[in-house]
Nanobody, 115 residues
């Protein structure tokens, strides 16, 4: 399984970015996919995830600002990030977990929120 993440960059506070994660397998072949962030010196934490059935859950810190979605035809999961704050600055990783509990990480993409 390969995951290709993209979409990071530099954005001003209050701005928006959309991250993409393209999977090499069907989006229906996994248990769930999610987006995690890791700031310098911090652990990697979950921001949002979606099950193959479409159920989503979010970290409290991003509820109402971030939205996870997918394009089934493209085997791609997105993270729409709005109202970005400086504390959202981190490397963002997508992760796919199979029904057997095997997890795969994509290469991280840097998001920097700064004026």
């Amino acid at each position: 399984v390969q995951l290709q993440a993209s979409g990071g960059g530099l954005v001003q506070p209050g701005g928006s970015l959309r991250l993409s994660c393209a999977a090499s397998i069907s989006v229906f072949s996994y248990n769930y996919m999610g987006w995690y962030r890791q700031a310098p010196g911090q652990e990697r934490d979950l921001d949002a995830r979606m099950t193959s059935g479409g159920t989503t859950n979010y970290a409290d810190s991003v509820k109402g600002r971030f939205t996870i979605s997918r394009d089934n035809a493209k085997n791609t999961v997105y993270l729409q990030m709005n109202s970005l704050k400086p504390e959202d600055t981190a490397v963002y990783y997508c992760r796919l977990t199979t029904y057997y509990g095997v997890g795969y990480w994509g290469k991280g993409t840097q998001v920097t929120v700064s004026s």
